[in-house]
């Protein structure tokens, strides 16, 4: 009883392969820059929302006295403009 295995191999797959590697290496190139930039923008845009929440809350201080409902209004929307509050919910 014998067994027979075969292997088959094709000239051309060394070519391709190197193409789809060069290929993958330049989306690389594209994709990595532009994955960076979306994380610096998502940062920036979390940076300004912390901004704005210290904003509301110091102005629902300054009508705290004069107006309280307002004032109450504006905490609520600093406590929904926190960066976890989304996470949160």
Do not use: I
């Not at 930039?37 to 929440?53: T, Y």
């Not at 509301?56 to 309280?68: D, G, I, N, V």
Request: glycine fraction near 6%; proline fraction near 3%.
């Amino acid at each position: 009883m014998s067994h027979t295995n075969t292997l088959e191999l094709r000239a051309g797959g060394t070519r391709s392969t190197g193409h789809s590697a060069s290929l993958l290496g330049s989306m690389m190139n594209f994709v990595v820059p532009q994955l960076r930039a979306l994380d610096r923008w998502l940062g920036d845009g979390r940076d300004s929302l912390v901004r704005s929440r210290a904003q509301l809350l110091r102005l629902a201080q300054t009508y705290e006295s004069s107006q309280p409902s307002y004032a109450a209004d504006l905490r609520a929307a600093a406590d929904r403009a926190e960066p976890d509050h989304d996470a949160a919910s």
